[in-house]
């Protein structure tokens, strides 16, 4: 549809929304924003090299929750867990390839739940990593997206046609950054932009509450953002990670994702300082490109007085590693690649707060009906955090739990404990003290001061593992 026909469109809709809005007044809608490979790289994480002032006012209007961690560290299969509410296992939620309908037949979906307790629910952009996964079931309209791939360059100053798409059996030969002088629309998060945007007017218009839930691409690479985005954050903003070398008597079993060595660095020496300062460069940029599109949707919220009768979560599916280490993206069972923000803003939430309440994505689904009022299924492993959000300085898990591939974490307030099978069947371990070692420099697994933390945080986390007894109170 050309660009005139979606404004006409767009007009259209907003009329019949204004019409409408008066069946939508004792309603409650919820809007959940997940954004691919976000760590918390905002300002109200009080990061100060971060230009996020959308997502930082979203925070002023809620609460910001400061120990939220993935269960899994890879999209595929933390989306497919998170939309479940189902931990993963050895045998389920392994890799970007997840299904849910085939690893957990028979679980429902969050959208599914809510359709079938009266709302109109609707996904644009990634919110499962496949389109098709429980789609029929899960979601009132059909999946919209943005109808590009995520690669698609706009590199009008390399001879590349604006939305021509680079077509290549893999990423090798397309560039990891892209500044382009385009407008946020061209790239395909803009495209998901203006989609969520007449998604609001039309379920504006509707007589049943809604769950719309967005996904955008950005910060996952490569990191192709406008080029005023870029602008905001010079290079010399940046510098290197401190520590770039493995963990000290880090396992074997701990290493980093070879994701980012499937795109093209040009003239740049991988994992020089010139590739993590523009590679930082690139993220950052990348992230405030999605916080401008993230004030698009607020303000269309706003616009339609929907927003005293929606609660808008804002979330990543995993962590992200920026050098630490040397390591790039996710794929580790290291804080960084787990940690992930959460902000949460609705009219049963307290406003401009910060809790640090121990969470994990799984409880999202329970906290969800919660708000809607609607009973939780039996198989859901999450537990519902309401009470943390009507009063942030409430506790609600002692500690938390992460797997991918051959390992498997328990996280707490201060510690994670992470065990490796390694290909020979031994059992490698990990434990970092957030305490004293915030970026996770020094296993201490073998010291002995840290001996009866191993002690107990092991046996949970076996409990958790083989029997499946993840005890977190």
């Not at 005139?4 to 959940?32: D, E, P, R, Y």
């Not at 809510?114 to 996964?133: C, Q, S, W």
């Not at 790039?328 to 290291?334: D, E, G, N, R």
């Not at 020094?442 to 010291?447: D, E, G, K, P």
Request: glycine share 6%.
């Amino acid at each position: 549809m050309t660009n005139a026909k979606w404004c006409i469109f767009g007009a259209i809709i907003t009329l019949l929304a204004f019409s409408g809005q008066a069946s939508q007044t004792n309603q409650h809608n919820i809007v959940m924003i997940i954004v691919d490979d976000l760590r918390p790289v905002l300002g109200t994480y009080g990061d100060e090299k971060a230009y996020t002032p959308n997502i930082d006012r979203l925070a002023s209007q809620g609460v910001t929750f400061n120990k939220a961690y993935a269960n899994v560290p890879v999209c595929g299969a933390s989306r497919a867990s998170l939309l479940t509410g189902l931990r993963p296992t050895k045998n389920r939620f392994l890799n970007y390839k997840t299904l849910a309908e085939i690893d957990a037949p028979g679980a429902k979906s969050l959208p599914q739940v809510l359709r079938e307790n009266g709302y109109r629910t609707m996904a644009i952009g990634k919110v499962f990593h496949h389109p098709r996964d429980l789609a029929d079931v899960s979601w009132s309209e059909g999946v919209h997206t943005s109808g590009m791939p995520h690669t698609t360059s706009l590199r009008t100053d390399a001879g590349i046609k604006q939305d021509e798409q680079l077509a290549a059996p893999d990423n090798t030969s397309i560039p990891w950054y892209e500044s382009a002088d385009v407008d946020d629309e061209d790239y395909p998060d803009g495209k998901v932009k203006n989609k969520t945007l007449e998604a609001l007017s039309f379920l504006a218009s509707k007589d049943e509450p809604f769950f719309l839930s967005v996904g955008f691409i950005r910060p996952h690479l490569p990191f192709y953002a406008p080029k005023k985005y870029y602008d905001l954050h010079p290079l010399e903003k940046f510098s290197p990670f401190f520590h770039r070398t493995r963990p000290s008597q880090a396992p074997a079993s701990l290493h980093g994702s070879g994701e980012i060595k499937t795109y093209s660095f040009g003239d740049y020496v991988y994992n020089s300082d010139e590739f993590h300062v523009a590679s930082k460069r690139g993220y950052y940029a990348s992230v405030s490109y999605v916080d401008a599109l993230v004030g698009d949707v607020l303000e269309q919220l706003t616009f339609l007085g929907l927003r005293e009768h929606t609660t808008v979560i804002f979330v990543s599916d995993h962590g992200f590693h920026l050098g630490e280490h040397n390591f790039w993206t996710k794929h580790t069972l290291l804080k960084t690649a787990l940690q992930v923000p959460l902000i949460i803003a609705g009219p049963s939430v307290a406003k401009n707060e910060k809790s640090d309440a121990l969470l994990e994505l799984i409880d999202i689904f329970p906290t969800v009906l919660d708000l809607a009022k609607i009973p939780k299924p039996q198989h859901i492993d999450g537990q519902s955090f309401t009470k943390v959000m009507t009063a942030p300085s409430n506790t609600h898990k002692k500690q938390v739990y992460s797997r991918f591939k051959n390992g498997d974490s328990i996280i707490t307030d201060d510690l994670i404990f992470t065990t490796y099978k390694a290909d020979d069947s031994r059992v490698e371990e990990m434990l970092y003290d957030f305490t004293v070692d915030p970026y996770e420099t020094i296993n201490q697994s073998a010291t002995p001061d840290y001996k009866k933390h191993v002690n107990a945080l092991k046996t949970m986390l076996q409990n958790c593992t083989k029997y499946h007894q993840c005890v977190t109170h």
